[in-house]
């Protein structure tokens, strides 16, 4: 059963939400398996139900039915294997820099504090934000504050890490440079497991070993496509590849359906 084989696997996944004026299918028999070291993108019109499936993966909502396996065990409440990046950075604004990425370990105790400084230095180091360790989130770009944002994720090492739309409030230079910067973080930690979720088609198809392209609300996986891409990858051309026009063509055809049929 591909249940033990996937780090997650969704059967038949549902979620609702009541309210005074009825409910609202955010997700309806979804079914998705997900491979330990993937990086998988999700794209869908908006209102889809993407934040959804992540709230969900993570443990912060519960499926109104359906099934939800992590490493072949039925999952239920937060998942501590699992860290969340959101579009918002989060920062802790009367934390420095380091003390932001420290944040994580401190809390699950991992290392001492000399180890922790330690670990978040090296990683501010790999983003070019050594420099900025003593700064505070006012200080930063919106640039330098996801790649904050994302290296205190890495830092307390987590399974699989949910990204939802990231880079979404960045110029499209910045977001260029964080997509490169993600995969090369991801390149030297390759076990790890990538749900990104995002409304640039560009950014799904060049980061993403597969696609998953989901239906109008109620969201439900349309289709999943795998991105016949080498790694690594150049992100600053990989557009110019005829494969990647052709994954892009093959998926916008899909989407702009979808689009059409939606109510954001
Ligand atoms: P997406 O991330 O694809 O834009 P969401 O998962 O945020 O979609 O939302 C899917 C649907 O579920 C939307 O119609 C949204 O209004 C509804 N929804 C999401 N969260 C709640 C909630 N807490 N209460 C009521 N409706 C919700």
Known sequence: MSETKSIISLRGLRRAFRSPH???????????????????????????????????????????????FYRGTPSRGINRDIGYVTQADNLFPWRTVLRNVTFGLEMRGIGDRKQQEAKALELLDRVGLKGFAGHYRHQLSGGMRQRVNIVRTLAYDPKVILLDEPFGPLDAQTRLQ????????W??????????????????????????????????????????????????????????????????????????????
């Not at 964080?178 to 973080?185: I, S, T």
Request: glycine fraction near 8%; include cysteine; aromatic fraction near 6%.
């Open 22 to 68: 009825g409910e609202t299918v955010a997700l309806e028999r979804l079914d998705l398996d997900i491979n330990e070291g993937e990086f998988v993108t999700v794209v869908g019109p908006s209102g889809c139900g993407k934040s959804t499936l992540l709230n969900i993966v993570v443990g912060l909502l519960q499926p109104s039915s359906g099934e939800y």
């Open 187 to 264: 390149g030297a930690r390759p076990t790890t497991t990538l749900i990104f979720i995002t409304h640039d088609l560009t950014e799904a198809v060049a980061l993403g070993d597969r696609v998953v392209v989901m239906s109008a609300r109620p969201g439900r996986v349309r289709e999943v496509v795998p991105v016949p891409l080498p790694r690594p990858r150049d992100i600053f051309t990989i557009h110019t590849d005829p494969a990647f026009r052709r994954v892009y063509d093959h998926i916008w055809a899909h989407l702009a359906d979808e689009m059409k049929e939606s109510v954001a």
């Open 178 to 185: 964080l997509q490169d910067m993600l995969l090369k973080l």
